[in-house]
């Protein structure tokens, strides 16, 4: 598989996420309310240290072997994934019952959900943490996913590596959703195919950004083409080199990068401070994005040191990003002035 130069990315800055999950709610209003799709989340935010979505994902295997063959990992169930509950809002709102009951889930109790640890983190009090961890399909260079599949139904766009799966080529096998070690592609029990992000491709063909992305209210996503150099895309990845790939040891080469989250700092047991000591341990950031994690840490904090003493870095601009429209690599288009009609047909 030939590596292509230009292919549409994503970062993602941690240090700004607010965990508030409009970015999901986008995305599931815009593409995963359909038949079949209701346990489906394109786009995820979970807590981490965490078990995530599906239930421990990262323990699934998948991606590629030593000889690049494309390596099979567990299938995810859909109670990993998390069913989508139903609630007694008849009862409640239509049976003339809503002074007498509460609100309960309907048909069993749940074992688990998208969100199930939010907010738990790990470490002890008064050094407990955690982050958000917001998760896409990574429109891998060398998709895994696409690797697997016996029916060829998995494409990779050749005008900008967005990985997509052709519903018509499709049978279900999903050998697809085994081999994608970050397991990002959902099944449809109705319709018999595989179903994952699209990278809001029929937005993108019209100028316009990621759902997820243009209603991000942290402004955490940048947008745009690995080869644009004058982009945030390539200057966070290749200029500064402060985005990294989440498991890069999986071999499939991630197009979604990530700002690692630096946090508090930690006390020491006499109550002070410690600015020797990280409250998200090294070692945990180190099993997400590689070893590379410690470099684009230094480089951070160095260069919000000088921001706060000079007043000038462009590494720091670029990552507050005072105007929005810079975050997306000219993708900029208001969504309301292109016709619904259209982003459907192409749905």
């Not at 470490?123 to 958000?132: I, L, Q, T, V, W």
Request: hydrophobic letters at 30%; proline letters at 7%; charged letters at 25%.
């Amino acid at each position: 598989m030939t590596a292509r130069k230009h292919q549409l990315a994503m970062v993602m800055d941690l240090n700004k996420c607010l965990g508030c999950h409009t970015c999901t709610v986008a995305c599931k209003t815009l593409w995963s309310n359909g038949e079949g799709m209701d346990y489906m989340w394109f786009n995820t935010v979970n807590t981490m240290p965490g078990r995530g979505t599906p239930r421990d994902w990262e323990a699934m295997g998948g991606g590629f072997d030593a000889r690049g063959n494309a390596r099979p990992g567990r299938l995810p169930r859909r109670q990993e994934y998390g069913e989508a509950w139903k609630f007694n809002h008849d009862e409640l709102y239509h049976g003339g019952n809503g002074d007498s009951r509460h609100l309960e889930i309907k048909g069993g109790t749940p074992e688990w959900g998208p969100n199930w640890d939010e907010d738990e983190g790990a470490g002890k009090f008064p050094n407990s943490y955690h982050f958000y961890l917001p998760r896409i399909c990574n429109h891998c260079t060398h998709a895994a996913c696409q690797a697997a599949c016996p029916r060829q139904a998995i494409e990779k766009r050749e005008s900008d590596g967005i990985v997509t799966v052709n519903e018509d080529r499709c049978r279900g096998y999903r050998f697809c959703q085994s081999a994608c070690p970050y397991k990002k592609i959902y099944f449809n029990h109705q319709k018999k195919v595989a179903q994952k992000c699209i990278f809001c491709f029929p937005r993108i063909d019209e100028g316009v950004a990621p759902a997820c992305a243009r209603q991000c209210p942290g402004r955490l996503r940048f947008v745009g083409y690995r080869d644009d150099q004058n982009a945030p895309i390539y200057k966070l990845v290749d200029k500064w080199k402060v985005a990294l790939p989440l498991h890069p040891e999986y071999g499939t080469e991630p197009n979604v990068f990530y700002v690692p989250p630096i946090g508090p700092a930690s006390y020491g047991a006499d109550g002070d401070i410690d600015e020797s000591r990280p409250r998200v341990p090294d070692e945990y950031l180190v099993s997400l994005f590689g070893p590379k994690v410690l470099d684009a840490l230094a480089t951070v904090k160095a260069e919000r040191e000088r921001k706060r003493i000079t007043g000038k870095s462009e590494l720091m601009d670029l990552l507050i990003a005072y105007e929005w429209k810079s975050m997306f690599g000219g993708l900029d288009r208001d969504p309301s002035t292109v016709s619904v009609i259209q982003w459907t047909k192409k749905r």
